[in-house]
């Protein structure tokens, strides 16, 4: 079997959420709930890969590995491709898993469905998203949208044809939230953080477009819950309720 590496980027620079990863839920730094919903994932090594020497403590003080990285990388991919070459220089792993360091909520089985599309041939990369129920959130920004065309006979498996924050497409049926975690062939990551930013990525403000626009494949795994991505001290204190002892 090809190896798998999950690799979490975290930085403190959070500008509504200043110091996000080290912030306490329950006698536990945020980075360690995520890290510890990784390793529950049971595919393969997990790495936080950071810039700050606090969060590395407190992931190594939980059991965990964390690896130092740049300062001034300008996104996560960046982050995550120069901790996969630190880690794995010789090029033992194939697929590579960026998971957001702010999921605390995260269930396991999701980053197992993210891998599951790069296990088959055809996409570069692999992503998640699910079938929009707020109305809401249909037209927020916020949420970022997929347009997609169905694979085939896969059940529950897109092929990304766009991202956007606008709401699409347009007419009846379902829209998509995309959840913004990433399965990469290692090759795929290595020619991506090597690309340029694209158009379509500075107007929308949406990195994932610079692979769709150099024309590497995104395929989507469906599924049936989106995990709480913790951006505000809102978000915080609602983690901390899902994630009260019972």
Known sequence: MTRTLIVIPARMQATRLPGKPLADIH???????????????????VVVATDTEEIAAAV????????MTRADHVSGSDRVFEAVRQIDPDGAVGHVINLQGDLPTLEPH??????APITEEGPDIATLAAEITDPEEKTAPSVVKVVGTPIGC????????????????????????????????????????????SPLELREKLEQLRALENGLRI???????????????ADLERARKLLAPK
């Open 27 to 45: 006698g536990k730094p945020m980075i360690v709930h995520v890290w510890e919903r990784a390793r529950a994932a049971d595919l393969g090594r």
């Open 60 to 67: 190594r003080a939980a059991g965990g590995e964390a690896v």
């Open 110 to 115: 999701l980053v197992r469905g993210c891998l």
């Open 154 to 197: 896969a059940k529950n498996r897109l092929r990304a044809l766009y991202f956007t924050r606008a709401t699409a497409p347009y007419g009846e049926g379902p829209l998509y939230h995309h959840i913004g975690i990433y399965a990469f062939r290692r090759a795929a990551l290595e020619r991506f953080v090597a690309l340029p930013p």
């Open 219 to 233: 395929d989507v795994a469906l599924v049936d819950t989106v995990p709480l991505g913790v951006d505000t001290p």
